[in-house]
């Protein structure tokens, strides 16, 4: 699984939700983040493992989850 890196241009942390029960939900690891303020903006930088890198050449497809009531947009 793709690990989320922490850069230069990171200057906030994303939490597990107040209500987080990882029992229930499982593990919710801090994510490093980049807030733009400037342009109303989140942005993560992820480093592929090798097995990851394998799965792609591969055809597996890579799976996003958000929690919440709707799925923020998607930028590249």
């Known amino acids: 699984m793709m690990r989320p890196l922490t850069t230069d241009y990171t200057n906030a942390m994303l939490g597990a939700p107040a209500d987080w029960d990882p029992t229930v939900h499982g593990e919710c ?19 592929p493992t090798e097995q990851d890198i394998a799965n792609l050449l591969a055809g597996v497809p890579i799976r996003l989850s958000v929690y919440g009531a709707g799925h923020p947009p998607r930028l590249h």
């Open 29 to 47: 690891i801090g994510l490093p983040v980049h807030r733009d303020h400037a342009n109303n903006r989140w942005l993560s930088w992820y480093q």
